[in-house]
């Protein structure tokens, strides 16, 4: 009767193939020694390491928020409502489940979800932040900024707010660093074990040069920060309520799996086209990179924001005239977000296509190329086994670059209002929300705040770490 | 006194504090010279001997990775070492100024001579104006470059090697510099034009009293330039003595194997019963200009106008010429990686030239080939393995795994490398050791002929001698053929049977090897065996 249905929205498959993809890739990776020395570089740096711990933690944040289900209703007593026979209720209870998709993130966030207010209200206030007409005791209406329901409803009239707020960060930041000292002497332990052992410790481990301090700080600051937001955020709006008032760090949380899985998907998008365009063009000249380059030139001179606006109005009329395919909010948003993803791709593949085909021009004409030439190796062969190869640090640098465009790109977009659906959390939307507010006085500054600095934070690191995988495979600054 | 002393002169590479190199690498250890005025001292050594360092630290123009540790550099008594970086400003250019190896890549390609050469005369000596014109023109006719008065506004793209050369030369003597440093002047250029500039900087030292260091690993450059020969090996001055001298008696084992690493003029026998294996005929190679929207075909690029000659079986052609001659493009041309525009190419009997993509891969085993550059000739993400198999299994021989990998180290055996070497990566090993193993990956296939492409012009002389030792046994033991194209006419007589000189896309004579290059008949081979310098050991 508890059981609940899990709901698999198309991007959530995605989001997990590609998690495993990459997983893969890196086992792949980790097979050639040239690759894993590179990649070793990276992690060695400590902006690398730390860079790559904060994406590591958006995409957890990403994942369990990729995991749905709807929670069933209680059971409802009057079964003359539904226009079925009574006698088929008694035999077989249907159970409803509701119209509401959480995911396992929602459960996690439990603290700051469903705590609504009525409107704004200013972070860790427990006042609204508009007046409203009250009655007071004496019978007398006066105007004045009402309590909020939720939070701070756990103070008595006279406590201080402050001095709450103060006593439960205080426990919650020890209980996060208690979390991480044990973590940290776990992993001690099992390195001296491992080390005393020698238990798969190979001579080039990573384990030996990786920056541990920054590593432990790193985390350490990411579980003070969790646990400081998990506590506190069930009794107060850290960064305040918004026009609705719905918490603006949940909203902010939740549009972390939009950034993430945008930029990710819609990188993936651009790579199969510029690389199978880029190289052909490169590698086999004459009518083929002629037709490859008038595609790419055409493309690259029309406005990309037209397209995408034309594109999104198009998906809107489509989910209009097919009401049926789409049962819940949810999947209609997931759909139109999906569509997104696909024509930012689509858009996006001109500039990768130009450098690999510049570089595959290079490429082809090495004399190792030649030599496989004379060896009557296959064309396929070749662009499998000599090129693509030797254009893989393009590629990658390309990835990770691009990554950070798109999630920005999403906030644009959402803003102008041809980006995801408003049902949707998104940053983007999170600023359009709160556009026109930024002019009142005094000003509701946290819900750009939040979506900037959520965004802001993830955008370093992805910019961080995508400097420090350049330098690492780009031949020119290796040396 | 001296113009230039050099006393225990040290330049090591740092020890970096958490990298894999803990220890500090000398790459020159204490190494002493002088020259005198109107003098040239040839400093001579392999890649990697810390030569072009030196040429560098007199001018203080290391890269900032290394540092001097110790020694004095005096110009005219003047401790370099002292100066500011700004004093040594006013040292450079006008009192010590140094030629480059590339004249490609050391002039600015958007500014025009009269800006390059004269950008020195405005900082160093303020002239100005008509003044400035004047004395660029004198430069420039000095350094023999043709009406110079109109070639001032040219831009350099549109001179050719040697004169670029030249320019750099008229840039470097622009401010009358008492020391000039050459850092292989002439390595990047055809030998007819080495000869005149070569010619040129001799004429100009003695006219002008100027001091020059020469670097090189050219012994013939040496022996032909040199007053005082400087042999250098791993950052160490081996043999300090006059040229003479150096090349009658040369005191250290590695001076003499130098000197003898030159090939002397021994002919080899041509075959007694030849037997065709290769004919060309009336070869032509051309590339289509192509033009407007609709890619018409609007003329051609003469690359090979007509070239027919014929390989034995188990015979070497040397083809000869110079870059631009297409010598190259006649090999690829063989191997079906270019069109040909007309003619007709016999492989054993059979036409070749009109064989499909899949018909000609019955051909692809018997005619191999070996590059010039051999770090560009191997996949760097590729073990030796992979590579050496890639050509056995493309063409389907040795399917079976076991075959494949004796064959595999009885290949690399052969060769002079070890077993061991199958997993490793091409960036380990030298260019020697590369070259080897491209032809060990020819050779894999059991060939009848190789076309060897410029296959030892990017190796050291000591290496050179070994490949074509290598090279010639494997000739001996399969009976392979060898079309050998080169533009090195030193090598020749101890390789080819035959020689084939090309120019601008035609043979211009060929013939066996001995009559060709005692008795050359077209003016173009003698004029490219006159330019060649030779060691004159006086014996």
């Not at chain 2, 390789?495 to 008949?521: D, I, K, T, W, Y």
């Not at chain 2, 003698?526 to 004159?536: E, F, K, S, T």
């Given at each position: 009767m508890l059981a609940v249905q899990p709901v698999v929205l198309l991007s959530d498959l995605l989001i997990f193939a590609l998690v495993a993809a990459l997983i893969l890739f890196f086992v792949q990776l980790a097979r050639d020694p040239l690759a894993r020395g590179r990649w070793r570089s990276v992690f060695v740096s400590r902006i690398g390491s730390a860079a790559f711990l904060v994406i590591l933690f958006y995409v957890l944040m990403a994942l369990l928020d990729s995991l749905h289900y709807r929670e069933p209703l209680p059971a409802i007593a009057t079964s003359g409502s539904v226009a079925e026979p009574a006698s088929e209720t008694m035999t077989e209870p249907v159970v409803h489940y509701s119209q509401e998709v959480k995911s396992v993130l929602d459960a996690v966030l439990a603290g700051l979800h469903g705590q609504d207010e009525t409107t704004y209200s200013e972070p860790f206030s427990i006042y609204s932040f508009a007046r409203e007409n009250q009655t007071s005791d004496d019978g007398n209406v006066v105007r004045a900024f009402p309590r909020l329901a939720h939070a701070g409803s756990h103070l008595q009239e006279g406590d201080s707010v402050a001095a709450d707020v103060w006593q439960r960060s205080l426990k919650s930041v020890l209980t996060g660093v208690a979390i991480m000292a044990a973590l940290v002497i776990l992993h001690w332990q099992w390195r001296l074990r491992c080390t005393a052992q020698g238990c798969g410790l190979k001579s080039d481990d990573m384990g030996a040069v990786l920056p541990w301090k920054t590593i432990y700080i790193t985390l350490g600051v990411l579980v003070v920060g969790a646990c400081w937001v998990l506590e506190l955020g069930q009794y107060y709006h850290i960064l305040g309520t918004d026009k609705v008032g719905q918490d603006v760090l949940y909203q902010g949380l939740k549009a972390i799996r939009t950034g993430v899985l945008i930029g990710t998907l819609a990188t993936l998008l651009t790579l199969p086209l510029a690389i199978l365009l880029g190289i052909s063009a490169g590698y086999f000249r004459g009518w083929v990179d002629d037709l490859v380059q008038y595609v790419y030139t055409t493309l690259s001179s029309i406005p990309g924001i037209l397209l995408i606006a034309a594109s999104v109005l198009l998906i809107d009329v489509y989910i209009e005239t097919h009401p049926e395919q789409f049962q819940l909010t949810t999947e209609r948003a997931d759909f139109k977000f999906l569509a997104l993803c696909f024509i930012l791709g689509m858009t996006s593949w001109t500039g990768l296509c130009r450098l690999l085909r510049a570089e595959t021009l290079k490429v082809s004409q090495l004399d190792y190329v030649q030599a496989a030439r004379a060896f009557g190796v296959r064309h396929g062969r070749i662009i499998g086994r000599h090129i693509l190869p030797n254009v893989t640090h393009l590629i990658l640098i390309a990835l990770v670059l691009d990554f950070s465009g798109f999630v920005l790109a999403e906030a644009v977009l959402s803003y102008i209002g041809v980006g995801v659906d408003p049902s949707m959390a998104s940053w983007g939307n999170m600023i359009n929300e709160a556009r026109a507010e930024l002019s009142r006085e005094p000003v509701v500054w946290w819900s750009v705040a939040a979506a900037f600095v959520l965004m802001f934070i993830l955008v370093l690191a992805a910019n961080l770490f995508a400097d420090k995988v350049r330098d690492a495979f780009d031949p020119r600054s290796a040396g | 006194m001296s113009l230039l002393t050099v006393r225990d002169l040290t330049i090591e590479l740092p020890a970096l504090v958490n990298a894999r190199q803990a220890q500090r690498q000398p790459m020159v250890n204490g190494i002493s010279f002088s020259i005198d005025a109107g003098e040239i001292l040839a400093l001579v050594g392999e890649s990697g001997s810390g030569k072009s360092l030196t040429a560098l630290a007199i001018l203080r123009l290391l890269p900032d990775t290394l540092s001097i540790t110790g020694g004095v550099i005096e110009l005219a008594g003047d401790n370099l070492f002292e100066r500011t970086e700004r004093q040594m400003n006013a040292v450079r250019g006008y009192r010590a100024a140094m030629i480059f190896q590339e004249p490609q890549s050391a002039l600015n390609p958007v500014q025009t001579l009269l800006q390059q050469i004269g950008e020195v005369l405005v900082l160093h000596k303020g002239l100005t104006g008509a003044a400035l014109k004047t004395a660029v023109i004198n430069l420039l006719e000095e350094v023999g470059i043709p009406d110079p008065r109109q070639r001032l506004s040219w831009y350099p793209h549109q001179l050719s090697g040697g004169q670029k050369q030249r320019v750099m030369i008229a840039m470097a003597l622009a401010c009358e510099p008492e020391l000039l440093v050459a850092d292989e002047p002439t390595t990047a250029l055809d030998v007819t034009i080495?000869?005149?500039?070569?010619?040129?900087?001799?004429?100009?030292?003695?006219?002008?009293?100027?001091?020059?260091?020469?670097?090189?690993?050219?012994?013939?450059?040496?022996?032909?330039?040199?007053?005082?020969?400087?042999?250098?090996?791993?950052?160490?001055?081996?043999?300090?003595?006059?040229?003479?001298?150096?090349?009658?008696?040369?005191?250290?084992?590695?001076?003499?194997?130098?000197?003898?690493?030159?090939?002397?003029?021994?002919?080899?026998?041509?075959?007694?019963?030849?037997?065709?294996?290769?004919?060309?005929?009336?070869?032509?190679?051309?590339?289509?200009?192509?033009?407007?929207?609709?890619?018409?075909?609007?003329?051609?690029?003469?690359?090979?106008?007509?070239?027919?000659?014929?390989?034995?079986?188990?015979?070497?052609?040397?083809?000869?010429?110079?870059?631009?001659?297409?010598?190259?493009?006649?090999?690829?041309?063989?191997?079906?990686?270019?069109?040909?525009?007309?003619?007709?190419?016999?492989?054993?009997?059979?036409?070749?030239?009109?064989?499909?993509?899949?018909e000609f891969r019955a051909y692809r085993k018997r005619i191999q080939v070996i590059f010039q550059d051999p770090f560009s000739s191997m996949n760097p993400r590729m073990t030796i393995r992979e590579i050496l198999a890639e050509g056995m299994i493309s063409l389907g021989l040795a399917d079976d795994h076991q075959q494949r990998e004796a064959k595999l180290q009885t290949l690399l055996l052969r060769v002079g490398m070890a077993v061991e070497h199958l997993d490793r990566y091409p960036h380990e090993f030298s260019g020697g050791q590369r070259q080897r193993i491209a032809i060990a990956r020819a050779i894999a296939v059991e060939?009848?002929?190789?076309?060897?492409?410029?296959?030892?012009?990017?190796?050291?002389?000591?290496?050179?001698?070994?490949?074509?030792?290598?090279?010639?046994?494997?000739?001996?033991?399969?009976?392979?053929?060898?079309?050998?194209?080169?533009?090195?006419?030193?090598?020749?007589?101890?390789?080819?049977?035959?020689?084939?000189?090309?120019?601008?896309?035609?043979?211009?004579?060929?013939?066996?090897?001995?009559?060709?290059?005692?008795?050359?008949?077209?003016?173009?081979?003698?004029?490219?065996?006159?330019?060649?310098?030779?060691?004159?050991?006086?014996?």
């Open positions: - | 080495q000869k005149q500039i070569l010619d040129l900087l001799n004429q100009i030292r003695r006219a002008r009293k100027l001091g020059v260091l020469l670097i090189t690993h050219d012994m013939g450059v040496v022996s032909e330039m040199a007053d005082r020969v400087a042999v250098m090996r791993h950052g160490e001055i081996l043999e300090y003595r006059p040229g003479d001298e150096f090349f009658v008696s040369p005191q250290h084992e590695y001076s003499r194997q130098l000197i003898h690493s030159l090939p002397r003029r021994d002919f080899r026998q041509p075959l007694t019963t030849p037997e065709p294996l290769l004919t060309v005929e009336g070869l032509k190679v051309w590339f289509p200009q192509r033009h407007g929207v609709l890619q018409r075909v609007v003329g051609h690029t003469r690359a090979v106008d007509g070239v027919s000659f014929q390989i034995h079986k188990g015979e070497t052609l040397a083809l000869v010429g110079e870059s631009g001659s297409g010598k190259s493009t006649v090999g690829r041309a063989i191997l079906a990686l270019e069109p040909l525009y007309a003619g007709c190419i016999t492989f054993d009997g059979q036409r070749i030239d009109q064989l499909s993509q899949a060939p009848d002929l190789i076309i060897c492409d410029e296959p030892t012009s990017a190796l050291d002389v000591s290496i050179r001698g070994q490949v074509l030792a290598l090279l010639q046994e494997l000739q001996q033991e399969m009976g392979l053929s060898y079309l050998f194209i080169t533009h090195d006419l030193s090598i020749i007589p101890h390789l080819a049977h035959r020689v084939a000189v090309m120019s601008q896309g035609v043979l211009v004579e060929q013939g066996e090897c001995a009559s060709v290059m005692n008795q050359p008949q077209d003016s173009y081979t003698q004029a490219l065996l006159a330019a060649a310098p030779v060691i004159c050991t006086g014996l």
